[in-house]
């Protein structure tokens, strides 16, 4: 990262709580390759977004591990669904880690090209798909600062943790690109 990384972390931020109730352009849904609704944050959004959700994400045939779609909000308070397919964890060895990085710069990029200003994300993948929080969210941190450091939209990028332990995660890794950014400033 360069010069921009004091404007990229301001640009980030990091709550607990509900991701449905968030007034966002758009949330993230940790979607699976069909798109069908389902337990954990997916399950949570498709019941707030009400039965349209599914509708419109089964006419969009499913998505690749590591890739995303987007869809209106429907009965959310934010007005898109970019549902994100994110890696099951298979021991590291199986190009995973890449894949989650893909499935969140993938999510950025719709962002970016609709012109959303806003965008929260859930801890992709580590819930039933068991990818290691402790792993994931310097990825997803990483993965975010990158893209900001590059484009002025989306504006923020809020990673919406459902727990104490995943929002303690994503801050430490924050905290650790900050410090990185200050010890290539000194």
């Known amino acids: 990262m360069s010069a921009f990384e004091a404007s990229v972390l301001e640009r980030m931020r990091v709550v607990e709580g509900d991701i449905t109730q968030l007034e966002v352009d758009a949330i993230v849904n940790a979607a699976n390759a069909a798109l069908a609704p389902g337990g954990g944050v997916c399950g949570a959004i498709h019941r707030a977004a009400g039965p349209e959700l599914a509708e419109a994400c089964r006419r969009l045939g499913g998505c690749a591990t590591g890739d995303a779609r987007i869809t209106p909000g429907f009965r959310l308070q934010a007005r898109h669904v970019i549902h994100a397919v994110g890696p099951r ?10 894949l989650l990085a893909s499935a969140y710069r993938r999510s950025l990029e719709l962002a970016r090209d609709h012109e ?52 303690e995660l994503h801050r430490s890794a924050l905290a650790a690109l900050g410090d990185e950014g200050q010890s290539r400033a000194d």
């Open 89 to 98: 964890w298979q021991g590291g060895a199986h190009g995973e880690q890449e």
């Open 116 to 167: 959303l200003a806003s965008i929260a994300f859930p801890a992709i993948s580590t819930g039933v798909y068991g990818f290691p929080p402790e792993l994931a969210a310097p990825i997803a941190v990483r993965t975010v600062a990158e893209f900001l450091a590059r484009h002025p939209k989306p504006e923020l990028v809020i990673f919406c943790c459902f727990g104490a332990q995943s929002a």
